[in-house]
T-cell receptor, first 111, second 114 residues
Framework: GQQVMQIPQYQHVQEGEDFTTYCNSSTTLSNIQWYKQRPGGHPVFLIQLVKSGEVKKQKRLTFQFGEAKKNSSLHITATQTTDVGTYFC???????????FGSGTRLQVQP | DAGITQSPRHKVTETGTPVTLRCHQTENHRYMYWYRQDPGHGLRLIHY???????DKGEVSDGYSVSRSKTEDFLLTLESATSSQTSVYFC?????????????FGPGTRLTVT
């Protein structure tokens, strides 16, 4: 079945440093979504990417979808303590109804 | 936040007992999902529903059943709970299906099976 791998599992950065998490799918995706989960909270939708090579920005967050639609990345510029949490990618295989989530990257930001 | 509630929020039960978790939405969304979250595994889909009485299995459906008799309610049942089902369970909803619209998650239910 479809697998979505996410690296790294954990990253600890100093406030102001950049952060990147990567997501790789074993199959071609029709779209990919990104979610953020704060400690003790529930996942919250950040963005959806659909087109090959698509790049979207939300303030300090930059999301990319690979040309082959099998990988994606989330980059945070100049991290802040409010960025703390776990970031999940979730991909949808072509023809399937459901999303497959990556295992997540937990980000810790040291003030 | 979307109008999604889950009950109970916390439950401790013994191995072999039946358990039912409830997800209730006030958004009139068509699609509803049950996930479990375990350390190192992210969110794994258990079952989902694309309408009243229409459900389908996810990747980890063994040991779980679901029912949806009304648009607003999606029930997850563990017929005979096992320790491996200790987890945090999240319900999610969306309106256009997973291909074109984000999922809204409920607050979660922490289930411990002793």
């Amino acid at each position: 079945g479809q697998q979505v791998m996410q690296i790294p599992q954990y990253q600890h950065v100093q406030e102001g440093e950049d952060f990147t998490t990567y997501c790789n799918s074993s199959t071609t995706l029709s779209n990919i979504q990104w979610y953020k989960q704060r400690p003790g909270g529930h996942p919250v939708f950040l963005i959806q990417l659909v087109k090959s090579g698509e790049v979207k920005k939300q303030k300090r967050l930059t999301f990319q979808f690979g040309e082959a639609k099998k990988n994606s990345s989330l980059h945070i510029t100049a991290t802040q303590t409010t960025d703390v949490g776990t970031y999940f990618c979730a991909g949808q295989d072509t023809g399937r109804r459901a999303l497959t989530f990556g295992s997540g990257t937990r980000l810790q930001v040291q003030p | 936040d979307a109008g999604i509630t889950q009950s109970p929020r916390h439950k401790v039960t013994e191995t072999g007992t039946p358990v039912t978790l409830r997800c209730h939405q006030t958004e009139n969304h068509r699609y509803m999902y049950w996930y479990r979250q375990d350390p190192g595994h992210g969110l794994r889909l258990i079952h989902y529903s694309y309408g009243v009485k229409d459900t389908d299995k996810g990747e980890v459906s063994d040991g779980y059943s679901v029912s949806r008799s009304k648009t607003e309610d999606f029930l997850l049942t563990l017929e005979s709970a096992t320790s491996s089902q200790t987890s945090v369970y999240f319900c999610a909803i969306n309106d256009r299906g997973p291909s074109s619209y984000e999922q809204y998650f409920g607050p979660g239910t922490r289930l411990t099976v002793t």
